[in-house]
Every structure is written in structure tokens, then in C-alpha cells.
């Protein structure tokens, strides 16, 4: 399968295997300074394996939301992946087994280097190939973090607690350069912070969905291109 | 977090996953979903950044947080690599609290 793929497909898929280690080892050292316990960040980047689910769940429970608020907003942000399995429904058939880890091994990254290329073998080893390194660097990384979030005594002295939202801005806000994202995400962000003195912990974020009104009520503006241009604008969401 | 709310967001997050390679012969996706799925996603994303950036609680999460997030904002649409991002954030919170701005 290694020899399927060119050299600068190869480099690609480390580069972004590198690049989603470094988000993953935030995430392990943030819940841990957060006050979770270790096995929590590891448990959830391996049986979940969704960077951005993982990060809003992660969010609302440190922020003292409910396990509701925090395993809807996850689903929510996860729901993107619906149409991913269908955009390589293709590659999954066969063996029960081989249908189910693909499955769970699909991410933003892994889809997108599959639609990178029509051929089916060359569809399948990109997938793959991107799919299962993805999956091997991101969890040994979020251990790492763990770890290395065991060594820091005072969160607040090292300013850690700005380093949550900053991830975060830095994995969407690329996403922000089409008009309608951008308007919604604007307005979602509004409510979402107004309600945050009225409402439980949680529910101001899941309120942020308000925002969608504006895409829907244009619906010039739900027109992706091309199916590519679709998922290119759900890639920068890991 | 508790061990149950992580089956259940795993067992959730499997089920989008599963349904394409499942359903592939019987059922397509509409664009427009597809599309809205994609906004949603962000639209949680961003919001979840804005209100750990800027609250605390039920409250203001005071000006240092928010400043360093701001400067982190500044450097990533910058195309700066993501650990520089998250050092200069934190750094520009931990030296504005060394400076007693709360």
C-alpha cells in the first residue's frame, strides 16, 4: 500500500499527522491541568478520535456544564461526519471488520486525502494510510500531553487557561473565510456569550446553533461549489 | 467526565461515522446539509473559543485571559504554526498577571 502512494502524498499525511500531534498534546495537558484525571483525555482521543468533539466536550466539562451538555455539544460538532462516510462509503466496503475500524478511523484529514484522488486504489491507500497514522500519532500525543500537563503546578501564573480558546480559534477560524460560516459563527458567538451569566454551564455554547438561521435563511449561501469545496471547508475543523 | 458520557459520545460519533458505508446503496445526503453540518461545526467551535476566552462561571474571565487569546487570534490568522499560537497566548496571560493586570 506504501508504494501506491507518491512521495509528496506521503509528506503530506506527515505534516498533518505532526501538525494534529501538536493540537493533541494541548489537549492532553489541558485536561489534566484542568483537574481531570489522566485516564479521561486518553480513554476519550481513543474510543471518540475526533479532535474538535473531544475539545468542546472537554470545554463545557471544565467549565462545570453537565455530561448533556457536554456529550450534545460533542455530537453536534461529530454530525459534520455524516457526510464524510458517505464521501468514502467506496473505500469501506468489505469485511465487516475492515467496514468498522475505517469507520471509526474517518476524520476530516483522512476523508479529504481520499478525495484527493478518483482511482480506487489509490482512494483506498490515501485513506488509509492517512487514516491509521493519523490515529496512532494523535493518541500517543495526547498521552504525552497528559504527561507532560502532570508537571505544571498553578494553570492560572502560566496563563494555560488562554491556551484553550486559542487552540480552538486556531483550528476554526481558517474555516471563517467563507461569508457564511463567517456570519454565522459571528452571531452564534454573541448569544453565546450573553446567555453565559443567565444559563447553566454548557448550554450557552449548544444556544451558539441560533446562528445557522442566518445560512439557512439565504440559501444561496448553503451552496457549496463542489462536493470538495464542502469538505475542504469542514477540513480545517479536526 | 464521566465514563458512561464518553461511551455515549463514542457510540454517538461511531454512528455518523458508520451510517455512509451502512446506508450508501439506500440513502444521499442533500448538499445543503452536508454544507450545514460543516457551518454547525464551526459555529460550536467558535463560540465554545469566545466564551472560554472571555468568561469565568457566571462572570467576566477578567482582561488577562482574553488578551492572550486575542494576541494567539492575531498570530494564527497570521499562518503562524500552532505551537508558537498556544506559547504566545499563554505567555501574554502568565506576563499580564506577573504584571497584576487580573
Not at chain 1, 481520499?114 to 493519523?134: D, K, N, Q, T
Request: with cysteine; hydrophobic share 60%.
Amino acid at each position: 500500500m506504501w508504494r501506491t502512494l507518491d512521495r509528496g502524498t506521503l509528506r503530506d499525511i506527515a505534516l498533518v499527522c505532526l501538525a494534529n500531534s501538536l493540537v493533541a498534546v494541548s489537549f492532553g495537558a489541558i485536561a489534566v491541568t484542568g483537574g481531570l484525571p489522566a485516564w479521561v483525555p486518553i480513554v476519550m482521543s481513543i474510543v471518540v478520535f475526533a479532535g474538535g468533539a473531544q475539545f468542546a466536550a472537554l470545554g463545557i466539562a471544565m467549565a462545570g456544564g453537565g455530561a448533556v451538555a457536554a456529550v450534545a455539544a460533542g455530537l453536534l460538532l461529530n454530525a459534520r461526519l455524516l457526510p464524510f462516510g458517505f464521501a468514502v462509503a467506496d473505500i469501506l466496503k468489505g469485511r465487516w471488520w475492515s467496514r468498522l475500524i475505517g469507520a471509526h478511523l474517518t476524520t476530516d484529514e483522512s476523508v479529504a486525502f481520499a478525495l484527493r484522488h478518483r482511482e480506487p486504489a489509490l482512494r483506498r491507500a490515501s485513506f488509509w494510510i492517512c487514516a491509521v497514522a493519523m490515529f496512532v500519532s494523535w493518541n500517543i500525543a495526547v498521552a504525552l500531553g497528559t504527561f507532560a500537563g502532570g508537571f505544571v503546578g498553578d494553570t492560572a501564573a502560566f496563563g494555560l487557561d488562554a491556551a484553550f480558546p486559542a487552540v480552538l480559534l486556531a483550528l476554526a477560524l481558517p474555516a471563517l473565510n467563507d461569508r457564511g460560516t463567517r456570519e454565522a459563527a459571528l452571531i452564534g458567538a454573541v448569544v453565546a456569550v450573553a446567555a453565559t451569566p443567565l444559563l447553566p454551564a454548557g448550554l450557552p455554547v449548544l444556544l451558539a446553533l441560533i446562528g445557522l438561521v442566518a445560512a439557512v435563511r439565504r440559501p444561496a449561501l448553503l451552496e457549496a461549489e463542489t462536493a470538495e469545496g464542502a469538505v475542504g471547508a469542514g477540513r480545517k475543523v479536526i | 467526565m464521566s465514563l458512561l458520557a464518553i461511551a455515549v459520545l463514542a457510540a454517538g460519533t461511531l454512528a455518523f461515522r458508520l451510517a455512509g458505508p451502512l446506508l450508501q446503496d439506500r440513502v444521499t445526503i442533500p448538499e445543503p446539509l452536508r454544507r450545514l453540518l460543516s457551518i454547525a461545526a464551526v459555529v460550536l467551535l467558535i463560540a465554545l473559543a469566545c466564551t472560554a476566552a472571555l468568561t469565568q462561571g457566571y462572570g467576566f474571565a477578567g482582561w488577562a485571559r482574553p488578551a492572550g487569546v486575542l494576541v494567539g487570534a492575531v498570530l494564527a490568522l497570521r499562518r503562524v504554526p500552532l505551537p508558537a499560537v498556544v506559547i504566545a497566548a499563554a505567555g501574554t496571560t502568565a506576563v499580564l498577571r506577573l504584571l497584576g493586570v487580573e
